[in-house]
Structures are given as structure tokens and as C-alpha cells.
């Protein structure tokens, strides 16, 4: 059974920098052929799609992590991260990675409904 662990989350001041991690643990049969994502969620609000990465390389951000923030998969260490820049207090909240043997989820949209495997979350919080 593939289990995902994020790592990496912590306390920042605005304009700072974090990278999270998602190591893969155990046998995925779809690791040719797969999209993985980070995801975002603040209590009271829903899950929403930051970046994803296809098995392929191809990327895709939302709008608010365009510029900011930079998915990125080490395959031999399988293991998917995400840098974030410049993060805003707006970017407080738990994120979490996912995946998915399917790489057209890499889609249009970064949508939580399409991937399948998650993570437990890692918290971020940014501090004026």
C-alpha cells in the first residue's frame, strides 16, 4: 500500500521561504504513469489545488502560486516537492500532497476530486 508523507512545514515571516516534501513509500504500480499535486486547506474553507506535476514533467499552478511557488519530483528518491517564495500570510494553512495514476488529472484544473492517494498535511503558517 502507497502511503504519501509530507514533511517540511513550519512557522514564517511574510517574504519568507519554505520547501515541503512528499515521500512516496511502498510500491506504486503507476509510477510511470501518474499525477501528483499539492493542495491547500484552511478550516472552514475548501480543499483547493496549488501545483501538480505529471509523470511526464509537466507542470500547472494555480493563479495565486504562479511565480511563487515551484513543483518538482526527485524520482529516484520518490519524493515530490514544493518551494514557496515570497509567501503571504494568505498562505497560512495545512498543505497536503496527493496522487493519482492518471496523468490527465494534471488537467485544467487542479482538482482535489480527481486524485485518489493523500497525505496526513503538513501545516504552514506565515506571520506578519
Known amino acids: 500500500q502507497v502511503q504519501l508523507v509530507e514533511s517540511g512545514g513550519g512557522s514564517v515571516q511574510a517574504g519568507g521561504s519554505l520547501r515541503l516534501s512528499c515521500a512516496v513509500f511502498?510500491?506504486?504500480?503507476?509510477?510511470?504513469?501518474?499525477?501528483m499535486g499539492w493542495f491547500r486547506q484552511v478550516p472552514g474553507k475548501e480543499r483547493e489545488g496549488v501545483a501538480a506535476?505529471?509523470?511526464?514533467?509537466?507542470?500547472k499552478y494555480a493563479e495565486f502560486a504562479r511565480g511563487r511557488f515551484t513543483i518538482s519530483q526527485d524520482n529516484g528518491e520518490n519524493t515530490l516537492y514544493l518551494q514557496m517564495n515570497s509567501l503571504k500570510l494568505e498562505d497560512t494553512a495545512m498543505y497536503y500532497c496527493?496522487?493519482?495514476?492518471?496523468?490527465?488529472?494534471?488537467?485544467?484544473?487542479?482538482?482535489?476530486?480527481?486524485?485518489?492517494?493523500w497525505g496526513q498535511g503538513t501545516q504552514v503558517t506565515v506571520s506578519s
Open positions: 496527493a496522487a493519482v495514476p492518471n496523468p490527465a488529472a494534471c488537467g485544467q484544473t487542479i482538482s482535489p476530486g480527481r486524485f485518489s492517494i
Open positions: 506535476i505529471d509523470s511526464g514533467g509537466r507542470t
Open positions: 511502498g510500491y506504486a504500480y503507476w509510477r510511470y504513469s501518474y499525477c
